[in-house]
């Protein structure tokens, strides 16, 4: 029997069921999410494109990556902090994007205040998984209620206040969540997909900045 939120592939193994079958999410899912991310550049990026993804799907946003890391200079928040209102014009007029004047600012906004935080605490990695949740503030099993029910929770609530209190826009808590969970800081793979394990041995072996 078929767990909620678990779909069978054709090889077999069970995953999570957001995937939907498309071969494209299912490559993400299986491959990226939640597995545990320290570059900065990388983190950037996931922040920011999850702020983009505020009242959109995900699969917008990552059939578009591509494109707002060409129109991002690779979410090189040094590089884009230095963009003005050409650049803004620029993003505006690039139909491969989310042309969304207030999330285009944010993210301009959001890379000079990336630099402060690298700048505070040596990197953004190490900001970022300080708020990394112990386990007794996780759920003792992950299925698909638990998800569900959970759209924030009291650590996303924590580092959106603290990131909104240095400036930074577009981290509301459901925001900052998702992004805990797109940059393994938390696992949240349901039971029952083959990835829930593979991930808590990354995890494990995961040296924390």
């Not at 678990?6 to 193994?13: A, T």
């Not at 959109?56 to 890391?69: A, G």
């Not at 935080?117 to 638990?146: C, I, N, Q």
């Not at 029910?149 to 650590?155: D, E, G, K």
Request: proline share 4%; net charge positive; aromatic share 12%.
């Amino acid at each position: 029997m078929e767990k909620a939120g678990i779909i069978v592939g054709e090889d077999g193994k069970g995953r999570c069921a957001w995937h939907g079958g498309l071969e494209d999410y299912r490559r993400y899912h299986d491959e990226e999410w939640g597995r545990p991310v320290i570059d900065d550049i990388r983190l950037f990026e996931k922040i920011c494109l999850e702020g983009f993804q505020s009242g959109l799907s995900w699969l917008t946003i990552l059939r578009k990556r591509e494109n707002f890391r060409a129109a991002f200079a690779g979410f090189d928040f040094e590089k884009i902090a230095q963009f003005g209102e050409e650049d803004i014009a620029r993003c505006l007029a690039d139909a491969g994007i989310i042309r969304h004047r207030g999330k285009i600012v944010s993210t301009i906004n959001n890379a000079a205040r990336a630099i402060e935080l690298k700048s505070e605490y040596g990197s953004l990695a190490k900001f970022f998984w300080s708020f990394e949740p112990g386990p007794h503030l996780r759920p003792a099993v992950m299925d698909l209620a638990t998800l569900r029910a959970n759209p924030t929770t009291p650590v996303s609530v924590q580092l959106s206040k603290a990131l909104k209190k240095r400036g930074w826009t577009f981290v509301g808590p459901t925001t900052v969540y998702a992004f805990m969970q797109a940059m393994g800081m938390v696992n949240d793979h349901l039971e029952g997909c083959f990835c829930q394990r593979e991930v808590d041995e990354l995890r494990l072996k995961f040296r924390r900045p």
